[in-house]
C-alpha cells in the first residue's frame, strides 16, 4: 500500500478514535451535570421543608421528605436509563460507522492493488507482442525462428484477449447489462475444446481427462468457456510445470459436476472463502510473484450461481486443490 494511503488510514482513525471519545465524554458530562442538577434541586427541596417545619407535624415532615427522596431516586434512575440508552446507540453507531469504513478501505486497496495487477498484465503482453513484431520487421529471419516469434506474439495477444474479456464480463454481470443466451449444449465436448487450448498454449504440460460423454447443460457457452478457462488457468500458473492437471466431468442423478485438479501449493483453510471475492489475491501485490486480477474466481462463482450452481474448493492429497463446481438439473 502506497504512502499516502497509510498516512490517509491513520488520520482517518485517528479522526474517528478523538471524535467517538468525545461524543462518550460529553455523554458522561450530560449525565455527571444532571445528577448535580437533580442533587441540588433535591436540596433546596429540602431546605423550603426545614423554613415551614415549625407550621408542619412530623408526620407531614417526613412525608415530604419521602417525596423528595423518591422523586431524586427516580430521576437518577431516569438520567442513568437514557445515559446507558444513548451510550449503547453511540457503540452501536460506532461499530457500524467503522465496520464500514473499514470495508471502504479494503475495497480502495483491493481496488489499488487490481489497478496495480491490470497495468502489468496490460503491458506484458503488449510489450512482448511489440518487440517481436519489430524483429519480424528489422531482421530477415529464418522461417524456423519468424514461426516461434509469431507463435509467442499470438499467445500473448490470446492472454491479453483473455484478461481483457474477464474485465469486461466481470463489469457487464455486476451492473447486470450482460444478456445470456442460455440453450442446451455439450458442456463435455465444450470442456474437451478448452482443455486442446490450453495443450496448444502450454506443450509441457500434461492434461488428464476423465470426462463423461454426452453431458448436456443448459447455459450460456461463452460464459461457461470462461469459467472453464479461468480454472483451468489458475491451475496451470498455481502448479509446478511437472505435475499433472486433471479435469474430471461426472453426471449424476440431480446433478453436473465438474473438477479441476492441480498439485501445486494449495490454498491455506482462512483463505478459501475469501478467493472468490471480487479483486481478492493472497499476499502482497508488490511481492506476489504469480500474475492475476482477482477477477478469475470471482467470475467462476458468479457464473456457476448464474446457471444453478455453485463452486467449492477443497485440499487435493498429498498436496494442492480442488475445485468443484456442481450445476443442479
Known sequence: MPDASRRTIRHTTYIYWMLLIYIIAALAWWFISLEKQNTRIAELQFQSIN???D???????????????????????????EGITFLILILIGAVFVFRSISRQLKLQQQQQNFMMAVTHELK???SVARLNLETLQKYNLEEE??????????????????LTNNILIA???????FKSSKEELDIGALLKDCIQQFRNRFTDRVFIEEIETDVDLKGDSLLLQMLINNL???????????????TCLKKNKS????????????????EKDKIFTKFYRIGSETTRKTKGTGLGLYLCRKIARDHNGDILMT?????????TVTFKI
Not at 55 to 81: P, W
Not at 232 to 246: D, F, G, M, V
Request: aromatic share 4%; glycine share 4%; no cysteine.
Open 51 to 53: 423554613i415551614e417545619k
Open 55 to 81: 407550621s408542619l407535624s412530623n408526620a407531614q415532615l417526613e412525608d415530604k421528605s419521602i417525596i423528595i427522596n423518591k422523586e431524586t431516586k427516580k430521576n437518577t434512575r431516569k438520567y442513568i436509563a
Open 124 to 126: 506484458t503482453p503488449i
Open 145 to 162: 525462428k519468424k514461426q516461434k516469434l509469431i507463435r509467442t506474439t499470438l499467445d500473448e495477444t490470446s492472454r491479453l484477449d483473455f
Open 171 to 177: 463489469a457487464q454481470l455486476e451492473s447486470n447489462n
Open 232 to 246: 483451468l488457468e489458475n491451475a496451470t500458473k498455481y502448479s509446478p510445470k511437472q505435475t499433472t492437471i486433471t
Open 255 to 270: 446433478s453436473v459436476d465438474l473438477q479441476i485438479i492441480d498439485q501445486g501449493t494449495g490454498i491455506p483453510d482462512d
Open 315 to 323: 485440499n487435493n492429497a498429498p498436496k494442492g486443490s480442488i475445485f
